[in-house]
């Protein structure tokens, strides 16, 4: 007979989180995960318990080791979860603040920490410098897709992606209520109007209209 943990195998994960949560709005990611995880070991029992997790703590670089932590079975997505204090470095938020990154120990199943990870990862952060090194990398690569998403080949692109969705449905639902665009011709009425943005700098340099969404151009 084949046991649920036989079936469903689960390791322990060490994982970076920090709060993503926007204060302002109803979006809440208070442990959001900040890069890959790190494998730990296989869980050899299907009922987890604080000593199973602080018994992964060997395993860690002395200075992931000696951080405070604290066990918790109220923690999103997790049965039991030993979380270490906050660390001195800080990432950008969801809402343009700013949180402090802290550890977990956590368990997972096995399928899903390959599907996340593609491999079991055990190069564990050598000191709080990897992990300064790790947000600058992240920072580096958020300032390079700002700076593609202001050029014409990003907006390109995202038309032609637009053009496609358009192409493949049926109907549109927005501002205008729901829009039937099953006929060609309502189709490419669609395709026209989203696209026209593009074409009024060429056509009327002296008229770009500001409010998009009630534009209406009489030829």
């Known amino acids: 007979m084949v046991t649920y943990a036989q079936k469903y195998p689960q390791v322990f994960?060490?994982?970076?989180?920090?709060?993503?949560?926007?204060?302002?709005?109803?979006?809440?990611?208070?442990?959001?995960?900040?890069?890959?995880?790190?494998?730990?070991?296989?869980m050899a029992k299907s009922r987890i318990t604080e000593k199973q997790l602080r018994d992964q703590l060997p395993r860690?670089?002395?200075?992931?080791?000696?951080?405070?932590?604290?066990?918790?079975?109220?923690?999103?997505?997790?049965?039991?979860?030993?979380?270490?204090?906050?660390?001195?470095?800080?990432?950008?938020?969801?809402?343009?603040?700013?949180?402090?990154?802290?550890?977990?120990?956590?368990?997972?199943?096995?399928?899903?920490?390959?599907m996340n990870n593609k491999e079991s990862f055990t190069d564990y952060p050598k000191s709080i410098d990897d992990i300064r090194s790790m947000v600058e990398a992240r920072n580096e690569k958020d300032r390079e897709g700002e700076a593609y998403r202001k050029t014409s080949a990003y907006k390109q692109q995202q038309r032609e992606q637009e053009v496609k969705l358009i192409q493949s449905s049926s109907a549109v639902i927005d501002g205008r209520g729901f829009v039937d665009i099953r006929s060609p011709e309502a189709k490419q009425a669609e395709i026209d109007r989203v696209t026209i943005g593009d074409k009024v700098d060429r056509w009327f340099p002296d008229k770009k209209p500001t409010d998009w969404k009630n534009f209406t151009l009489d030829l």
């Open 60 to 114: 860690l670089p002395r200075w992931i080791r000696f951080l405070g932590w604290s066990y918790t079975n109220d923690y999103p997505y997790h049965q039991g979860t030993l979380v270490s204090d906050p660390l001195d470095v800080t990432v950008d938020t969801y809402n343009g603040g700013n949180s402090r990154l802290w550890f977990t120990i956590s368990t997972t199943s096995k399928s899903i920490f390959n």
């Open 13 to 42: 994960q060490l994982e970076l989180n920090y709060d993503d949560s926007d204060s302002q709005s109803d979006y809440f990611n208070g442990a959001a995960s900040f890069g890959k995880a790190y494998f730990l070991g296989v």
